[in-house]
């Protein structure tokens, strides 16, 4: 019996051993390829040309930015000044808007295209209500509801993966299924260097890319879809005014309008921006 018990003894400490080196051998391969990544795509530095500038309705704490056919579409946040509203893209004036309640926060909020125009459908989180609302676009009616167990924060939807990706603060994203929200997979960001970003927030897909705002930071990250990693660091800070009334008043929203040229805004900022991204030389 004692023999048996330091057999298996000696077996058990064997595995903990080879499943320790096995854990630094995949650590160490990891590490490996984040500092090829870093070699061969080194992180790049952006910044922006302002194109145009929007007026905007005072007020509005801005959580996620979308635009379908010329008509911008806005997730507005707080408890008690949620709302999903529409607006004219060329003088900012509000179209329609829906409000959610006193009890609810509202966070990003995507389109998921149907297959006509009348079934494009809008999806809006929600910050700690761990639900994600289902609108009709054409109206922004509640047609229906989704279940989450994560913070809601950003979320946006690929369309060359056919998915929605869904932010909660952490850095890791969560890939959904457009038509049920259940999760399908999860995506770790990472820089170049191997290190997380964190209180990744408002996200835009965009091609090949996600473009994320990072909470109370004035750069956009852009970071390749597929693999997670951040490919440039865009500062925005020359957008951001001079005055803000709160610490939280920061850049968010994201929204591509095609041929180069983005949207963007930040929490009760007065405009929205027209820009489009440029590389700067070290």
Same mark, same amino acid.
């Given at each position: 019996?004692?023999?048996?018990?330091?057999?298996?003894?000696?077996?058990?400490? #064997?595995?903990?051993?080879?499943?320790?080196?096995?854990?630094?051998?995949?650590?160490?391969?990891?590490?490996?390829?984040?500092?090829?990544?870093?070699?061969?795509?080194?992180?790049?530095?952006?910044?922006?040309?302002?194109?145009?500038?929007? !007026?905007?309705? !005072?007020?509005?704490?801005?959580?996620?930015?979308?635009?379908?056919?010329?008509?911008?579409?806005?997730?507005?946040?707080?408890?008690?000044?949620?709302?999903?509203?529409?607006?004219?893209?060329?003088?900012?004036?509000?179209?329609?808007?829906?409000?959610?309640?006193?009890?609810?926060?509202?966070?990003?909020?995507?389109?998921?295209?149907?297959? #006509?125009?009348?079934? $494009?459908?809008?999806?809006?989180?929600?910050?700690?209500?761990?639900?994600?609302?289902?609108?009709?676009?054409?109206?922004?009616?509640?047609?229906?509801?989704? !279940?989450?167990?994560?913070?809601?924060?950003?979320?946006?939807?690929?369309?060359?993966? =056919?998915?929605?990706?869904?932010?909660?603060?952490?850095?890791?994203?969560?890939?959904?299924?457009? =038509?049920?929200?259940?999760?399908?997979?999860?995506?770790?960001?990472?820089?170049?260097?191997?290190?997380?970003?964190?209180?990744?927030?408002?996200?835009?897909?965009?091609?090949?890319?996600?473009?994320?705002?990072?909470?109370?930071?004035?750069?956009?990250?852009?970071? $390749?879809?597929?693999?997670?990693?951040?490919?440039?660091?865009?500062?925005?800070? #020359?957008?951001? !005014?001079?005055?803000?009334? #709160?610490?939280?008043?920061?850049?968010?929203?994201?929204?591509?309008?095609?041929?180069?040229?983005?949207?963007?805004?930040?929490?009760?900022?007065?405009?929205?921006?027209?820009?489009?991204?440029?590389?700067?030389?070290?």
């Amino acid at each position: 019996m004692l023999a048996w018990v330091v057999a298996s003894t000696a077996l058990v400490a #064997s595995a903990a051993l080879v499943g320790s080196n096995f854990a630094e051998r995949a650590a160490n391969a990891a590490n490996a390829a984040t500092a090829a990544t870093a070699a061969t795509n080194p992180l790049r530095k952006a910044s922006v040309k302002l194109h145009r500038t929007i !007026p905007k309705e !005072p007020g509005g704490f801005t959580q996620g930015l979308e635009v379908r056919r010329g008509v911008l579409y806005e997730s507005v946040g707080l408890y008690g000044s949620s709302e999903i509203r529409s607006v004219e893209l060329k003088t900012g004036r509000v179209l329609t808007r829906k409000p959610l309640g006193r009890k609810v926060f509202a966070e990003g909020m995507t389109i998921v295209p149907g297959k #006509s125009a009348a079934a $494009d459908r809008i999806i809006q989180l929600t910050w700690k209500e761990q639900t994600a609302i289902v609108r009709d676009l054409a109206t922004l009616d509640e047609i229906g509801r989704f !279940p989450y167990t994560q913070e809601g924060w950003g979320v946006c939807y690929s369309a060359t993966r =056919k998915v929605l990706i869904h932010s909660d603060g952490s850095s890791i994203l969560i890939l959904r299924d457009p =038509k049920t929200f259940r999760e399908r997979g999860r995506l770790q960001v990472r820089m170049p260097d191997g290190s997380r970003p964190t209180e990744l927030n408002e996200l835009e897909c965009h091609r090949d890319a996600i473009y994320v705002n990072v909470w109370r930071q004035s750069n956009i990250l852009e970071l $390749d879809a597929a693999t997670g990693i951040v490919r440039r660091t865009i500062d925005l800070s #020359s957008l951001v !005014p001079d005055t803000l009334a #709160s610490p939280d008043d920061v850049l968010n929203g994201i929204a591509a309008l095609g041929n180069g040229r983005f949207l963007v805004t930040g929490k009760r900022w007065p405009s929205y921006f027209e820009v489009s991204f440029h590389d700067v030389a070290e």
